[in-house]
């Protein structure tokens, strides 16, 4: 089981996060400000760590320049502070991703996944796009092209080819579909996920192909 660590003086903040993670499989470790997560760190192992910026005792910027001494850790930084220079700044410190408060839990479980995949399959920097013939799918960056050309995708479409190329060449059901996207609190039925897909497809053009449809079953992404 995958261990995340939550750094976040804000206690319903770690509740939130903490009970969503544990949903979705992973174990919980909590800190409420930099100093004891740089010693938790020293200590411990963390598969990723979800950090915030204004704490007391350390900020989460020194927190993590402190971290990044011995460590190689994941890092998503959470923050109210939206500013480009502070993201750019903790990008400059290593981190992986950063997501400004208030954000979805559901987006965050997203981000979450999409790191430990990238880190688990040796992509270490955020740059790198996933490439499909002519589809190219820009994570961190939230662009997908086909044949050179960006397309526009809503929010639950990027989110549904997200989560269907990080477990390509998976059978994915439509229940399982609806849970890890749209949250085991959605009140909705298998015609959400077919109207997506058939969306996803149109905007996906000629490699809308790359979505196989598993009758009886549901989708997967095929490579």
């Given at each position: 089981m995958q261990k995340l660590l939550i750094v976040d003086d804000e206690i319903n903040i770690r509740k939130v996060i903490k009970e969503y993670a544990e949903f979705n499989g992973y174990q919980v470790e909590e800190s409420a400000d930099g100093m004891d997560a740089v010693a938790l760190c020293k200590k411990n192992d963390y598969d990723l760590i979800l950090m915030d910026i204004m704490m007391p005792r350390l900020d989460g910027f020194s927190a993590c320049k402190e971290?990044?001494?011995?460590?190689?850790?994941?890092?998503?930084?959470?923050?109210?502070r939206g500013e480009e220079y502070d993201k750019l700044f903790g990008f400059e410190l290593g981190i992986d991703d950063y997501m400004v408060k208030p954000f979805s839990p559901k987006e965050l479980m997203a981000r979450i996944n999409a790191v430990l995949a990238r880190h688990s399959?040796?992509?270490?920097?955020?740059?790198?796009?996933?490439?499909?013939?002519?589809?190219?799918?820009?994570?961190?960056?939230?662009?997908?092209?086909?044949?050179?050309?960006?397309?526009?995708?809503?929010?639950?479409?990027y989110e549904l080819l997200f989560y269907m190329v990080l477990n390509k060449n998976i059978a994915?059901?439509?229940?399982?579909?609806?849970?890890?996207?749209?949250?085991?609190?959605?009140f909705g039925d298998d015609r959400t996920i077919d109207t997506?897909?058939?969306?996803?497809?149109?905007?996906?053009?000629?490699?809308?192909?790359?979505?196989?449809?598993?009758r009886g079953v549901g989708y997967k992404f095929e490579v």
């Amino acid at each position: 089981m995958q261990k995340l660590l939550i750094v976040d003086d804000e206690i319903n903040i770690r509740k939130v996060i903490k009970e969503y993670a544990e949903f979705n499989g992973y174990q919980v470790e909590e800190s409420a400000d930099g100093m004891d997560a740089v010693a938790l760190c020293k200590k411990n192992d963390y598969d990723l760590i979800l950090m915030d910026i204004m704490m007391p005792r350390l900020d989460g910027f020194s927190a993590c320049k402190e971290i990044r001494k011995t460590k190689s850790t994941p890092i998503i930084m959470l923050s109210a502070r939206g500013e480009e220079y502070d993201k750019l700044f903790g990008f400059e410190l290593g981190i992986d991703d950063y997501m400004v408060k208030p954000f979805s839990p559901k987006e965050l479980m997203a981000r979450i996944n999409a790191v430990l995949a990238r880190h688990s399959s040796g992509v270490k920097s955020g740059n790198e796009a996933l490439v499909f013939d002519g589809l190219v799918i820009d994570i961190i960056a939230r662009v997908v092209s086909v044949d050179g050309q960006r397309i526009e995708l809503t929010p639950k479409e990027y989110e549904l080819l997200f989560y269907m190329v990080l477990n390509k060449n998976i059978a994915l059901s439509r229940d399982k579909l609806l849970s890890d996207i749209w949250g085991y609190d959605f009140f909705g039925d298998d015609r959400t996920i077919d109207t997506h897909i058939k969306n996803l497809r149109n905007n996906l053009g000629e490699y809308r192909d790359f979505i196989v449809t598993l009758r009886g079953v549901g989708y997967k992404f095929e490579v």
